[in-house]
């Protein structure tokens, strides 16, 4: 059955041999059940509730392409300038409405990535590791599981590339090549919605050359094969949920996520699960492949946070009677243009993209990079008009509990009764958690400074993708440098012409 | 013939009738020959050159829906996502050649708003306007005319509305109406490159009401119609332009442009080029429907402006060896984000535009005006980060006339040698003056802040389009206050189904 | 004895009655051993043991000017520009220990704004509150009390002024006025500091008319007066103070603060106690001297903080190992920057003071606002940078806890292990807490965003300091549309004369 | 006679031997009379005018600790923190009249760097430079000359060292030593003022070791001396300068300035006159000593220009009857506060300065590269400001002499009346002009770019003066990796009593 419900997503996850998953120094026997991941069960469930919403499924799922069946968008690799579309309005749409990761977006991305990655690897050397994905990947969509794409290595000494670091596992790598498979040994932190996982895509953070082949690894793992262990991060708030009901208005949102770190303590992967081993050469197209689908979705997942955002603050300024007020409108334009700017480079990030020969449609690489370099950015600023306009109050505002005290709620609402008609002064303290959980009590602005890829990441790989060359040369033209004029003009036009028609876009 | 050439064009303009323009105190007897024009003849002759340009013409031209000939794009209004698309790659382009005005564009958008507008008039009222512009519009697409739009009133005091003006011709007016035509009155200040038009669209710069009805009022008037009275406006470099040849080294760019102030010393206009008259109840659609053309192509017109800057940029650090050295990457970088992030939002605004009944298409209006207020302050960091790479000589450079003055030029030569090979004193100059050109010589930086509309007009337009209601009540489900989740995911689909569907696109 | 150790001061806070006391829907019967509070508690004690410190205490005493006697620095008004800078180098350098709010701050500021308020209203009106506070600040000095300053009332509707409320108690007033005193209702929301204060001093948040004057009053209440109750507030890591001592390295600092909402619920005050009753006409001066006190000290408290925040964020930039890299040492220098841009706008709000005739020095108010202004943004750009350079794991990171247990905690260490020599799994940890502590987890924006006044309500009291006819007259005679030149040489040079020498200097 | 009047100054120049300068390919042969210089002669006329101006002169004149005569300020180094308060404000109000450089500002920086150099180099090799130093200076103070700094070098590849530079002139040296003197070669670029000067102080540019000692060299060369070049360089508006009366309407500004190229092709500078030579050991020093006052000006200095841009933008916004809509009024409070934060940067560094052995007062290094870092930004903002708050006329206004015309002219003044009553048009005419004058014509932006060093420089050496040993240590301290609390106490209070006490304040 293509698409699994709520329930039988749970059953999947209760079908899960025991593991290994530490929180505070205590083991978390049962996560389904653990407080501290009580918002992040609701959010996969989530997730899996939409993809049976009369409308929504329109854009949760999509036709595979070697099935032919209706499977879950994010079991499936992007193959058009349509699915790039859906992608980012996918994203954005979530995003909305939980205001916090999908966890399975991550696995899609890992799987757009390698698609066309291992096509290139068995044409170049005649393996099979495109086969070996998708029969992965049919089985994944038949049960429409949610895979999880591990890719960020504890990295060390950060000046060191992986094969020079003084301890050798600082990077995940292969430690040994077995007739049945392989075994990888490492970590790999950040992992959002990791705990949650039906199975776990490993790749490469970064490119290696042929002195660090043994980390060229990519492989797909059971969440619950033995060695993988999971130590559940911090966020702020996390000692509130999973609180009792009247508490968890003090979290601000019922979805919510978790990162975790996973150390792949000697793990065996058998071949038929194994997408590359030791093909360095190939590791600089993963990340390229990877890291243009994996960015334009941190644009348009970073806009509709933003959007929520914006409504919160919006409910903000009505609770004070302040919406309509120059100075406020101002700034609320400022945080909604914000998130139209990240949606647009996001979405413009798949239109310009081309289509590989594998069929898979790799979206602009430079755009997709801009993207997440503004995300970085703009929720930020975002964030703080948003606790700006909230008033100090919505930062020290007290407990929803102390409304429940006779001796002292009554007070409360008398002296933080919203000025908006209709609006309760429990509804207010509601909107301000809203805000607090989105600006700080949870990872939201994390996700948006790092998930993708940090500030600076960004913009260094989109440096890359510059075309420097017609940059400098219709700069001399435009002032006389270079005397012949139509050097210019067919630069240009031949640019146009590039886009959208194959991988030489990745230059822009 | 639908393609005229630089020649031909340049033949239509001496066929003009004399006309009334000024400029410093004298009066321009011919325009062609004025050295402060010389750049913006240069400009309009490339403009039409390009058109015939192998590569380029596939941009730059488009088939007519109404004569089912090639015409050149710019007098075609907008009639598919396509052509949306290829309008924001257009303005980059050329922007990347030119890095000023292309005179043609306002036409267009004029055009492109008041196709629908005069449609949905006609229907509502009976009136024939949609005929009178198609009309009109195979003629200009015959002669291949330049057409500019003529928009921007004086405005007076500017917390008066039209009518309540002091003097009441500070907004443009019909101060009569005959049986063969009307008579305007007033004035449109910032028109960009209107001295080299062929034809002058004129319309409103604001909504009105019924009280400011005799503003309600959009026609076509031949550029040298009795009564139009052209004030050519300065921009700082304009005593350099049209120098002898080495000063125009000084200038920084063969290709530039001009604004002047119109007078439009009662024109009569006869009724087959009126589109509007006194229809004060379809202002809003016209500027609607205009400004989200209009504002799509700010963005990315600037987007190119950015790219030749950043291709300045990147000359002038090899100049003295910096341009890999990492806090130079790290400014060369956001520039290049930001041209890539106006592009973005440009191309998105045509993507997520809707097909009116008319058969327009109209672009996303929140799109568009974000395109705009990002291209108001984008350009402003670029320019500010090209002038502290090119250091302090960039700004203090000598003429380039004094490198031919042997007393003087050997030791320039030495002193001002670039550490790049190949590189002469004299392309060191070339390229500082480039950036200066754009920078502050001449109009890129106000076109970039005030055309298309300022930041404080394109955030009010964003913030109008911004769907509240839907973005309070996504906030509301998230924090709980409203218990029924289905009213977010409803919203959210729906909206998802209205793009590229409706009118409703306007709002997001 | 004027200066108390902790001891005596804790000895003082166990001598207050019973008070009324609430958190998470619970009574604290014991403020000084709840968790919650513990983190403050450290912190007060630390102020009173820093005025013992052989080198701290020149800073953190004076001599008191009624007394003769050392005493506390907070206990005592500014009546030097000394003083002012005093008050600069203090609140930056307690911000770089504490990492947060000292709490005998904000009334050290109440006592700097009644001391010249009070004296006018005794020379305007013949009564005697000067007398009355400066007899309660002897007694104050004499017992070293801390006292915080009660401010920011509950505001309603925040279109409407006080006496317009559909609540009149929304701003706290005088309800009674009996023989030996008044009764007074309201509340006060954002109180640092207050639940471990011995004094509170109530004062206006907002100048009042005479249609309003029950809301002109301020006066000295002790904390555990009859009637006070008090709501403490929440933050994001709140649960975490006070756990185990290995969770404490979770919070990521030993010092803390915590706001709440006080409620004064008919509390009866002396005359002797009360500095201003129903002299509205006086609200605007103690406005002006308040803030100008208050947002001087603002400033530096934020550079305080940043520079703490830089100090972890170096660590943690050498935990990587990137310390020396050129972009990392972009953002340093720009958190360091900023670090001083705050204390300079703050240290000269001080210098550019003047004396006022009661003897109390008032610092410049344009410059104080200017200060405050520009911390509700810069520090939020540290934060944002701080968190960017200790990269993902520092808002991913596990419990400390977890490095104890041994199925765990040798993995963390080798995976986690810093490139720094000498710096354990540990300190790293220890390190990012500490940057999330002061970025996420505590009030520390809240207070850099809300605290001494929003981005908006310093902008708008900056803009009344200007001196508008000034600037307009130095405009005109530059462009020439005042010939005559000397009225810019006159006005400029008066204005110098102004700075240092009396009420004038709050125009600049 | 100590201070002369501008007659006296003009005499002086008169009075120089006939001199190379160089324009546009012509030789300028009277500086005194060329157009392009008629700006630059009334700025400095001015400044020895407002010498004898009764209030203002108190702050632009001292009392010369050499001579014990009233001297003016410019001719003598900083003695006491007072010298540098006095600098910063006399650099803010001067700007505030004139828009523009005073020129004579670099040479007494130049004076203040080289008074604790010569000496320190006097005492560590018992040269006898500073004695020199003093008596060149009791001359230049008795005859009130004026002085320039002459520091950048061309600099060639500047990835190189001025040793290993291809030509070894692309810094400035010492080619030959002579018995009475040495002869020196190279060039020095951006010089502001150079050709209106009687001397010209010539620095480094950048520390030199001992193989490239032959580039440590200073002296004093009179402005006329053989061998001395000057190629003047352009600034936008430069032509429009020293037109006819109304066309200076245009040019915005009566006061202005310029910059030359400064070519010293084998100039022999006589001993008395050498106060550095192949004294590598000290060019640290000397660029400390030096940057911390040129630094400290350049804050303040840009601060009195904002101050005039802000009085023009508000003039802007009342001819337009805006000046009171709130977001007119939030970007005329952003200039404003950015203007003050420019001023408290530069207050501040010479409030935290120290004593030098030989009586100089050397500003705070930290805050001194401070204010130059953030004056190379706020301008910018400011110029955006004002230039949308001005409108898009102000960027394309016609010619004043337009309205001259009787053709025009009315028209001009019917559409472009200002709403501001007792403004005419050509008042709004100037207002507009102004704007443009500071915003682009000139190079008031380029001064803030790039005078005292460009925003990279600037925030290098900052970083430099940051303490980072004591931030490192009160982070670790704050999160506990340091149990020992009494070292953050000690080293901050430490830290506290070196200010103003010595060399050790170079450390923040």
Redesign the interface.
Known sequence: MPLKTPEEYIASIKARKPM?I????E?ITDPLEHPALKSSVETIKRIYE?AH?P??K??LTTKSHLTGEICNFYTAPLMSKEDA?QKS?LAR?LA????CCTFRCTGSEAISGLYPTTYEIDKAKGTDYHERLKTWLKWVQTEDLTVTAAL?D???????KAHEQP?P??FLRVVETRDDGIVIR??K??QTGIILANEVMIIPTTTVRENGKEYAVACAVPADAPGM?Y???????D??VGQDE??S??V????GDH???L?V?DVFVPHERVFMCQDWEFTHDLMEFFTAVHRLTAGSCKSGGM??L???T??AA?S???AG???I??K???I??GA??L???S???G??GFKHESGAWIPNS??A???T??A??FP?DAV?LA??IM???G?????A??L??S??GP??E????P?KKG?TTE?RL??M??I?NMG??T?W??MA???GG???AS??M??RH?D?D????????????EKDE?K???L???R??K?DRGPDAFK?
């Not at 909305?96 to 205001?99: D, F, N, R, T």
């Not at 601000?252 to 979805?255: D, E, H, L, Q």
Request: charged share 30%.
């Open positions: 290994d530490w929180f505070r120094g083991k939409l919403h409308k929504f329109e854009i579309m309005r749409s909305e409405i939980l205001g960020t504890p990295k060390g000494d950060r000046k060191r301890d596992d600082a490492g970590a932190v950040n262990k130590v559940l991060g911090r966020w702020p708030v000692l509130r009247f508490e208005i003090d601000g949102k019922k979805y990162q975790a770190m150390i303590d959007s929520l914006l409504g919160a919006k409910l009505e004070t009677n302040l007020v120059s100075h409108q101002h609320l334009g400022e909604g243009i139209e700017t949606y647009a480079l979405l413009s990030a239109v310009e430079l755009l990079h801009s993207a370099y503004q970085t950015r930020f703080r606790r700006e008033a100090g109050i930062e020290t505002a007290p407990s509990k102390d429940l005290r001796e002292i007070l409360l008398k002296y933080l009764a000025a609006m509804d509601r909107v958690r809203l607090e700080r009590g990872n602005t994390a400074l790092h998930g940090n500030t600076e913009r260094l989109a440096i510059i420097w017609k940059l400098g040369k219709i700069a001399e033209v435009a002032c006389g440098i139509s210019a003009a067919d240009i036009s031949e146009l012409g886009i822009r």
